[in-house]
Structure formats: structure tokens, C-alpha cells
């Protein structure tokens, strides 16, 4: 990140991601030609929506982190009205879009996508990261089938437990739900949710009232398909654990009890780290700036021009640099 970049370094291509404070676009840094997805998150909107310490913890998060799986921080700066994050580009698309058209996937490749969320849960903890919104829409695809890590906005530096009620309804632990504090187990338990969806095509808990869902996480409440893989099913039965002294991945040997598991029996952990295994699915893409795996979006109007420097409101982030 030692390049100082700008907004004006960039053209924007088109919109990949649109949320509450953000939208990311695809763009191009025109002295390079590299391709970026740009994160511009919305000043007044997070003050608004009191998400300025969420906005400081990804922040963080995101310098903190380097790692092949998962979406790192090329450059970042702020003018009147945005933060930017320019970050690595994906293109494949997300897991949830594939899950979707699979409409379920087969027991292996779940299991070969599952190993890999463990080695990424397993490198943010070291780390002190608690990722807390695991989801298949957080799980990008690359071109050789492998999997990246991306949306870090609830992602925290954890020493022992948080308290904030955040996250994807179907996802929370029950241990989030119920405000008892939470820390790294909570992904693990997210975990638990996306193996099921993984292998059924739908999340565990899901039910039309949200209250109905946490209802059921609080329980614990799991049916399996009958046809649901017995091995993978005894996994997450472990992972979906509500006593928090029972939950695998938080015990005496933490992740490695999850890796030692027998759903993952023959997998050569040192070959998938290495991108040496045969992904079972893998995109198609034409060239580096190809949106085709990405939803369609809204493409709004030409910004307004920018504010006068005396007119800026606040800086969201002192250690963000500000260019006029």
C-alpha cells in the first residue's frame, strides 16, 4: 500500500454489491490497469445508522490481515463523503449464488469447501479476528475453484468476548442471541450452518419469523434430511453445539479437533493449503473484469461534484488518510 491513490485513480466499471452503508463497484486503477472491487462506504449513512465503530473495526481488521483465502486491502482512503477500501477482485461469483443454482451441493465438494472456511477461521483467530458473519454469500469463488474470504464490516479484534447483537439472523450463535458475551466459538457455530446449507440448500433454523428462528437456534433445534451424509451430519451436529463446553473447534485442542474429524479423512490438508486439489466447480470467466457471476445492480447517477475541504463533516477515521 505504499502507492498514494485517489479517487480520481479509478474508474469505476460497474456495481458488484450494493449494502446498508456501501456499495462496491468493479474498478480500474488507470495507471496500472489493475482491477479492483472498490468498497465506498458512506459517511452520513454510518453515522446514521450508528455503525461508525463497526466502520473502525473492519478498518482495522483489514490492515491487519494477509492471507491467499481471503480478500485483502490494496489501498484505502477517504474525501467528503466516503471511506474507500480498494480490494481484491473476485470473479467467479459468490457461494450462494452457486449453492443456489446446484440447488444443493455433494457431500465431497462441500466437504473440500468446508476445509477451507476452517483453515481461514483458523488463520483470523490466531489473530484474535472474530469474522462473525459466515455466510455462502461472504465466500467468493476464484478461477481455480478456490474460495476467498470478503466482508469484514462486523468483523472484530477479539481478546476474550463482545457483546453486540450483530450478524445474519439464520447465522447468530445462540450465545449472540441471548447477549451472553461471545467470541471465536460463534464462528464455529456459523460454520455448523453453512455445512448444512452446503449439503441441503437450505440454513437449519430458517422459518418466516425471525423470532421462530432464534427460537430454534436457542433450542437447538436440527432435523436432518434423510439422506443427509452420516459423517458430515455427526460433524455438525458437534459444531451446533449450544453448550459452548461441547461445541468442537472450542475445546482443549480447538480447530484441530474440527480437522481431525473423520468427514475430512484422506483430504491432504497440506495440498489444499498448497491449491494443489481439483475444485469441483469452477467458474466461468472471461477475462479479468468479467461481472457475469455478480448479481445486477442499480447503477446510479454521476456523483455530485465534491465538497470543498472546509466543508468536510468529519473524518470517520483519523488514520485514513483524506485527499481534496
Known amino acids: ?137 461472504n465466500l467468493l469463488i476464484q478461477k481455480d475453484g478456490y474460495l476467498k474470504l470478503t466482508d469484514f464490516g462486523i468483523s472484530k479484534i477479539v481478546e476474550d468476548r463482545t457483546y453486540t447483537l450483530c450478524g445474519t439472523p439464520e447465522y447468530l450463535a445462540p450465545e449472540v442471541i441471548l447477549s451472553r458475551g461471545h467470541g471465536k466459538a460463534a464462528d464455529f457455530w456459523s460454520l455448523g450452518v453453512l455445512v448444512y446449507e452446503m449439503i441441503t440448500g437450505i440454513d437449519p433454523f430458517c422459518d418466516d419469523f425471525p423470532m421462530v428462528t432464534y427460537r430454534r437456534i436457542v433450542k437447538g433445534e436440527v432435523r436432518f434430511p434423510r439422506r443427509f451424509d452420516a459423517t458430515a451430519k455427526n460433524l455438525v451436529k458437534k459444531l451446533l453445539q449450544v453448550d459452548l463446553s461441547k461445541r468442537l473447534g472450542n475445546l482443549k485442542n480447538g480447530v ?52 470543498e475541504p472546509s466543508k468536510d463533516p468529519f473524518l470517520i477515521i483519523n488514520e485514513i488518510p483524506p485527499f481534496y
Open 1 to 137: 500500500m505504499a502507492l498514494k491513490v485517489t479517487p480520481e485513480d479509478f474508474q469505476i466499471l460497474k456495481t458488484i454489491g450494493v449494502g446498508s452503508l456501501s456499495r462496491v463497484n468493479l474498478a480500474v486503477l488507470k495507471t496500472t490497469g489493475e482491477h479492483f472491487a472498490l468498497k465506498m462506504v458512506h459517511k452520513s449513512q454510518a453515522l446514521k445508522l450508528k455503525q461508525v465503530d463497526h466502520l473502525i473495526s473492519e478498518f482495522n481488521v483489514l490492515k491487519t490481515i494477509n492471507h491467499p483465502w481471503v480478500v485483502n486491502l490494496a489501498h484505502y482512503f477517504q474525501d467528503e463523503r466516503y471511506v474507500y477500501f480498494v480490494l481484491e477482485f473476485v470473479s467467479g461469483g459468490d457461494l450462494f449464488r452457486h449453492i443456489r443454482f446446484s440447488a444443493k451441493l455433494e457431500s465431497y465438494s462441500a466437504m473440500l469447501y468446508t476445509a477451507q472456511v476452517v483453515t481461514m477461521l483458523e488463520y483470523l483467530h490466531s489473530l484474535n479476528i472474530v469474522y462473525r458473519d459466515l455466510k455462502p454469500e
Open 256 to 307: 484441530n479437533d474440527i480437522k481431525a474429524h473423520k468427514w475430512f479423512r484422506g483430504l491432504s490438508w497440506e495440498k489444499l493449503a498448497n491449491n494443489e486439489l481439483d475444485m469441483p466447480y469452477l467458474p466461468k470467466v472471461t477475462d479479468d473484469f468479467d461481472t457475469s457471476n455478480f448479481c445486477e445492480f442499480f447503477e446510479p447517477p454521476q456523483e455530485v461534484p465534491p465538497l
